[in-house]
């Protein structure tokens, strides 16, 4: 008989002290997982960053406080694990002192590179790792719990700061992973490594990421993804209080509340499941018997608006030029400029002489990717929007769709709309001011 193959992610908040870890643990025994991806411990990403760029401007003495406090954190979050092993705390140690070696060398060079970044915002998904092992170990004990280091799994490019997952590279190393119904793996969400054997991530939110990576590559049953809310709501709970946890989503609408700015997952995690069509169940770490929230190839149940999603701090670039009149090739150098440059476009709009684009407001801090669009066409920019997306099904043919949000929003000024490219949402641009009240009006009058 088959083993129930299950992947299983736990975020910050599951990681957050030795009680969420204890229920964490708990989760993976009552699931029976087989690989256990978890993230650094709640603040510790951030915390790091702040290192790696103190340690940019030469202030050893900072570096070494926020280090200590650290240490102490997570040798404290050791000790409460009944029985641990001492090779755990020997593991933490040896991460304190690599650490603390790369900020010295930081501070000398005064120089952050993107290869040294990653290593450093590496070391807390490492330390959560090692302390969640003993933690699973000391409520498995007839099971063999391994630590395993998700950098021999998780290949990929040299991107640093935002690495490409290695595919097939991935699935040829998973398929080393023993997977008897014995074996236990723990291991970490956010890293991996390049053909250098130089440790990478995947961006932030890129745990999510990476248990679906260990899914596909394992041909999981089940990927499951483990927070602090109880499932996907219909739209951000702190708008609107009334908003529902939705009980089935398909994989489109999933990947589409993602992409346009639900929080619970990070836009690439649904792809990989996708792929090897593999049920994504999302639950909460402190409410473990909710129902939460199921996400499949499709939906039994399937209403014109199933969530209303936000995307705060939106930038508006217009770029035009005459040369665009009757000619061709001028869609095709303005995105060959957001290629180069690694730039996501979420929104565009033509006209004969223009072309308008959505894209998050930090990428103008990319002053390169500016410069190279004003090569192609005068560029305009509008800031302080944010981007509305309706998600659901079949958009496009409801015919009084339109009329029916626009009708209840007619007092605001709706800056570029999309639909069309796709069934699944209806994007349109409002200033960033109105859009609380927006969503709240929307979703009384199409979702209630």
């Keep these: 008989m088959k083993t129930k193959i299950i992947v299983s992610k736990f975020g910050g908040t599951s990681m957050g002290d030795y009680a969420a870890m204890m229920n964490a643990a708990t989760i993976s025994k009552e699931r029976t997982s087989s690989i256990v991806c978890v993230s650094a411990t709640s603040g510790t990403t951030d915390k790091l960053i702040q290192i790696a760029k103190t ?13 200590f406090q650290m240490k102490e954190r997570h040798m404290n979050l050791l000790e409460q694990v009944p029985a641990h092993g001492s090779e755990s705390g020997n593991i933490l140690l040896a991460y304190f ?12 060079l005064k120089e952050l590179t993107p290869r040294a970044y990653d290593l450093i915002l590496s070391f807390g998904e490492r330390m959560s790792s090692v302390i969640f092992t003993e933690v699973v170990k000391s409520q498995l004990p007839g099971k063999d719990v391994q630590l395993l280091d998700a950098r021999t799994i998780i290949r990929t490019d040299s991107n640093f700061g935002r690495a490409t997952p290695q595919i097939e590279l991935i699935s040829t190393a998973a398929r080393m992973l023993k997977l008897d119904g014995n074996t236990v793996y723990v291991t970490q969400g956010f890293i991996g490594s390049d053909s250098d054997g130089h440790t990478t991530i995947l961006g932030r939110g890129g745990s999510d990421y990476s248990a ?12 499951e993804i483990w927070t602090d809310v109880a499932g996907i709501a219909t739209t951000d709970p702190r ?3 009334e908003a529902k946890i939705i009980s089935e989503l398909s994989y489109a609408e999933a990947g589409e509340m993602a992409q346009y700015g639900a929080k619970i997952l990070h836009p690439a995690t649904i792809a990989p499941a996708v792929r090897k069509n593999i049920p994504v169940f999302v639950g909460s770490t402190f409410a473990k018997d909710a129902a939460g929230t199921w996400i499949r190839a499709s939906a039994e149940h399937k209403p014109a608006v199933r969530a209303i999603t936000k995307r705060s701090d939106q930038a508006l670039l217009t770029i035009t030029t005459p040369v665009m009149l009757n000619a061709y ?3 095709s150098e303005i995105f060959g400029v957001f290629g180069r440059h690694r730039v996501s476009v979420d929104c565009v709009t033509t006209s004969e002489i223009s072309v308008a684009v959505t894209v998050d407001k930090v990428v103008l801090d990319n002053e390169k990717f500016v410069r190279d669009l004003e090569t192609v066409g005068k560029v305009n920019v509008e800031t302080g929007y944010a981007l509305i997306s309706l998600i659901g099904n079949d958009l496009y043919n409801r015919s009084n769709l339109a009329k029916t949000i626009f009708s209840n929003i007619e007092e605001m000024n709706v800056r570029m709309m999309s639909l069309g490219a796709s069934p699944y949402n209806f994007n349109f641009l409002v200033k960033e001011a109105d859009a609380k009240t927006c969503i709240q009006t929307l979703h009384q009058n199409l979702i209630g």
């Excluded at 340690?55 to 280090?67: F, H, S």
């Excluded at 679906?212 to 990927?223: H, K, N, S, T, W």
Aim: glycine share 10%; net charge negative.
């Design 55 to 67: 340690a940019a401007t030469g202030n050893m003495p900072e570096c070494e406080k926020l280090i």
């Design 239 to 241: 708008i609107v209080p």
């Design 97 to 108: 002192t690599e650490l603390e070696l790369l900020a010295q060398g930081l501070t000398l």
């Design 212 to 223: 679906a990576l260990f899914a596909e590559g394992v041909e999981a049953d089940v990927l």
């Design 329 to 331: 090739g001028f869609m």
